[in-house]
Antibody, heavy 123, light 106 residues
Framework: QVQLRESGPGLVKPSETLSLTCTVSGGSINSGGYYWCWIRQRPGKGLEWIGY???????YFNPSLKSRLSMSIDASKNQYSLRLNSVTAADTAVYYC???????????????WGQGILVTVSS | IQLTQSPSSLSASVGDRVTITCRASQGISSHLAWYQQEPGKAPKLLIY???TLQSGVPSRFSGSASETDFTLTISSLQPEDFATYYC?????????FGPGTKVDVK
């Protein structure tokens, strides 16, 4: 049973960079052909897909965030990371890492999720 | 692709039959999933491909579609089912979610 856990600062200042890491356990991040994703949920709002990274480093980002976004993967640590720069209060959210099954032709089928981490953007 | 859900919230009792509807702004074939989110927890995948139950999900949950509308049905509501339910389109990137339907205690 794969498990995911987010880590990183819970408070980021406006205009700075939000950095989060997801640690995967119970399975190798290199195996299975999965996409490793980030999804966020702003306070009282719905869910927003941020993007994914594949084991080989290929990425695909939500166009609404693409210009501020980067992701990386460290297979030796079974981790992947998110960096979102030039943050504003609108980036305050619970950030989830999740596994996308990359199944058939489905765009995003998320079967395993981290517990989520609240990141607040404030001075 | 935009998704709408109705109702936005509903009140029900244990044992009730509950139906939630999701509509897509364009055709998505059968590429729709449903998630359950309890307060303070991550979403949990319930159903994908409109009607395929994820492993371990109780059979009181079912999904169906009629023309442009997708439906999640809980045949007999249990105490652990009070939560918010989201639909998600799997047709194209970026995957998008509906605004959610909160099911609370009547």
């Amino acid at each position: 049973q794969v498990q995911l856990r987010e880590s990183g600062p819970g408070l980021v200042k406006p205009s700075e960079t939000l950095s989060l890491t997801c640690t995967v356990s119970g399975g190798s991040i290199n195996s299975g052909g999965y996409y490793w994703c980030w999804i966020r949920q702003r306070p009282g709002k719905g869910l927003e897909w941020i993007g994914y990274i594949y084991y080989n480093g290929n990425t695909y980002f939500n166009p609404s965030l693409k210009s501020r976004l980067s992701m990386s993967i460290d297979a030796s640590k079974n981790q992947y990371s998110l960096r979102l720069n030039s943050v504003t209060a609108a980036d305050t959210a619970v950030y989830y890492c999740a596994r996308d099954l990359n199944y058939a032709d489905y765009a995003g089928l998320f079967d395993s999720w981290g517990q989520g981490i609240l990141v607040t953007v404030s001075s | 692709i935009q998704l709408t859900q109705s109702p936005s919230s509903l009140s029900a009792s244990v044992g009730d039959r509950v139906t939630i509807t999701c509509r897509a702004s364009q055709g998505i074939s059968s590429h729709l999933a449903w998630y359950q989110q309890e307060p303070g927890k991550a979403p949990k995948l319930l159903i994908y491909a409109t009607s395929t139950l994820q492993s371990g999900v109780p059979s009181r949950f079912s999904g169906s579609a009629s023309e442009t509308d997708f439906t999640l049905t809980i045949s007999s509501l249990q105490p652990e089912d009070f939560a918010t339910y989201y639909c998600q389109q799997l047709r194209s990137y970026p995957p998008t979610f509906g605004p959610g339907t909160k099911v609370d205690v009547k």
